[in-house]
């Protein structure tokens, strides 16, 4: 199976389709990540705050793939947003990861309530580390449109990606039109809604005219409309399943019949980007 590319705005490419390492345990994460390898995902996609950096890079070390065939994207913990500290906590990743270069690496949350406001001296920290090479791209994530208004009217620098909260009960389109506008590719974190979407009638018939999973047609509904997305599950059975999307495609009505089963802000499944002002202890 081929996956898809995206191209980015600097010319590099983004497989369409990843694997997420969200919530998956620590002490599991290696096992599973290294599963997901032997299915057939290069594109792994993990945190600082999801504590499994390690556990990836276990993986990636013990696949033999080479370097130029994986694509790794981390993000910025909460705790480190001031200028100094997000230096450091860049260096911690790429050593938990086993790396001297990440391929992609983002402003967790825009925190716009703490650090006084403060989060476009974090984009400009992040942008250092395409400057010095150890970061092939950088971006954000989570951020409204004005977030993005922001950080690249006052430093000129466009993420390469924001990655949103988007899935069929939450198209999330203003922040997705904001991020297209500016040039920004989008990556859809919690692609399936946790699974909610699973037992909707409308994706269901649509799943059941191409022969799918209800999964698989939600997934490919994002790869339709260009979003990039890194679906997570424990299991390898689910791991094939959602790697199997790129041998049927959908039509522009069964691809509008699901864009319309937006709930607006009612759909949120995580917290809103303008209020979310957590960070670990």
């Known amino acids: 199976m081929t996956v898809s590319n995206v191209v980015l705005f600097n010319e590099t490419t983004i497989p369409q389709l990843?694997?997420?390492?969200?919530?998956?345990?620590?002490?599991?994460?290696a096992q599973i990540t290294g599963t997901a390898l032997e299915v057939g995902y290069r594109h792994i996609?993990?945190?600082?705050?999801?504590?499994?950096e390690a556990g990836v890079g276990?993986?990636?070390?013990?696949?033999?793939?080479?370097?130029?065939?994986?694509y790794i994207t981390s993000k910025l913990n909460?705790?480190?947003?001031?200028?100094?500290?997000?230096?450091?906590?860049?260096?911690?990743?790429?050593t938990r990861l086993g790396l001297d270069r990440i391929d992609l690496f983002l402003i967790h949350w825009p925190l716009p309530t703490r650090y006084d406001g403060d989060y476009v001296s974090t984009w400009r920290t992040l942008n250092e580390f395409v400057a010095d090479g150890r970061a092939t791209s950088v971006g954000?994530?989570?951020?409204?449109?004005?977030?993005?208004?922001?950080?690249?009217?006052?430093?000129?620098?466009?993420?390469?990606?924001?990655q949103i909260e988007v899935h069929p009960y939450f198209t999330n389109e203003d922040a997705r039109a904001a991020s297209i506008r500016h040039g920004v590719e989008v990556e859809a974190w919690s692609p399936i809604a946790q699974g909610k979407v699973l037992d909707d009638a409308v994706i269901g018939e649509i799943a059941e005219a191409h022969g799918k999973t209800p999964s698989q047609v939600t997934l490919r509904w994002h790869i339709e409309r260009g979003d990039i997305v890194f679906p997570k599950s424990m299991r390898e059975e689910r791991m094939r399943e959602?790697?199997?999307?790129?041998?049927?495609?959908?039509?522009?009505?069964?691809?509008?019949?699901?864009?319309?089963?937006?709930?607006?802000?009612t759909g949120r499944t995580?917290?809103?980007?303008?209020?979310?002002?957590?960070?670990?202890?």
């Open 45 to 52: 996609d993990t945190a600082q705050m999801y504590e499994n």
């Open 18 to 29: 990843g694997f997420g390492v969200f919530q998956v345990p620590p002490d599991q994460t």
């Open 140 to 162: 954000v994530s989570n951020f409204q449109p004005a977030h993005l208004d922001r950080i690249i009217e006052e430093t000129g620098l466009v993420p390469a990606v924001n």
């Open 270 to 281: 995580g917290p809103n980007p303008d209020t979310f002002d957590w960070i670990p202890g």
């Open 242 to 265: 959602n790697f199997d999307i790129f041998d049927f495609t959908l039509t522009e009505d069964q691809v509008a019949a699901i864009s319309a089963l937006d709930r607006g802000e």
């Open 58 to 70: 276990e993986a990636i070390k013990a696949s033999g793939i080479a370097r130029d065939e994986l």
């Open 78 to 94: 909460n705790t480190f947003h001031e200028p100094d500290a997000a230096r450091r906590a860049f260096d911690e990743t790429l």
